[in-house]
């Protein structure tokens, strides 16, 4: 049976400050925006080296560069370490965040985490309504290279 959380569209309270502040489960809309923030900011920062070098080498730069965005996504190794950053982590929240505050910026939200207390409440609420399942139980996460006993054993 699912969670009274679940059945209103999961929501959690986060107070700063002395207001309240609704954050809500990400669904695949704000995952997808997650993902081309992340890949539009690899993409910037290849351009930006790229502009100092040779038309041959900047071409092979941003080729070999759209060939490892384009394999980005939310359960990418690489998407783990941007999500752990302060960066990452406000987007995150911010996506969260405007669900139920869309008038809320991205740079009030990084001033809203600018106290560790904050940030820290705040992605442990955002952790526990994105691993929400229908029976009340964790989502387990797989983790990129690790392998289970059985495959271990038979290798």
């Known amino acids: 049976m699912a969670s009274a ?8 309270e986060w107070k700063v400050d002395g207001k309240t502040y609704r954050l809500s489960r990400l669904r695949d809309v704000e995952l997808g925006e997650f993902e081309q923030w ?8 290849a351009e930006r080296s790229a502009a100092r070098l040779s038309p041959d080498a900047r071409d092979a730069l941003l080729r070999h560069a759209y060939d490892e965005v384009v394999k980005l996504n939310v359960n990418s190794r690489k998407a783990m370490e941007l999500m752990a950053t302060m960066e990452g982590a406000v987007k995150l929240l911010h996506l969260s965040l405007i669900q139920k505050h869309p008038n809320l910026t991205i ?4 001033e809203l985490v600018s106290r560790p207390e904050y940030l820290s409440a705040a992605v442990a609420r955002m952790d526990r309504l994105n691993t929400l399942r229908r029976n009340g139980a964790k989502k387990k996460v797989k983790r990129p290279g690790k392998r289970s006993k059985a495959k271990r054993k038979r290798i």
């Open 5 to 12: 959380a679940e059945m209103t569209a999961a929501t959690s």
């Open 107 to 110: 740079t009030e939200v990084g």
């Open 38 to 45: 992340m890949q539009d900011r690899a993409m910037a920062v």
